[in-house]
């Protein structure tokens, strides 16, 4: 199993910057393929990003490529999400989550973090 444990959120304007981390602890980390997701009021929890068990590959949703960038240092058991030119459309929570299998799929995830609230004003 692993814990994981999210922290960065907050309050940013438009067309500013946060980062995301989410650090994991337990099982090794390198065996785990890591992703973002985010839920808005109302809607479903959606994939934003995930990064392969090296951190050599990386996968974005089309609303967030080129502004949003995650990576990983497994020497500090950490995922981050650097996200740059925020809009209001990107105020969700959101969740860590860790798989062992390639995947950007929701249902795939074993364990997930409880969550960082980002809200983004206009």
């Known amino acids: 199993q692993v814990q994981l444990v999210e922290s960065g959120g907050g309050l940013v304007q438009a067309g500013g910057s946060l980062r995301l981390s989410c650090a994991a602890s337990g099982r090794a980390f390198s065996s785990y393929f890591m992703g973002w997701f985010r839920q808005a009021p109302g809607k479903e929890r959606s994939f934003v990003a995930a990064?392969?068990?090296?951190?050599?590959?990386?996968y974005y949703a089309d609303s967030v490529e080129g502004r949003f960038t995650i990576s990983r240092d497994n020497t500090k058991n950490t995922v981050y999400l650097q996200m740059n030119s925020l809009k209001p459309e990107d105020t969700a929570v959101y969740y860590c989550?860790?798989?062992?299998?390639?995947?950007?799929?929701?249902?795939?995830?074993?364990?997930w973090g409880q969550g960082t609230q980002v809200t983004v004003s206009s």
């Open positions: 990064v392969s068990w090296s951190g050599g590959s990386t």
């Open positions: 989550a860790a798989t062992t299998r390639w995947s950007t799929a929701r249902r795939q995830y074993d364990y």
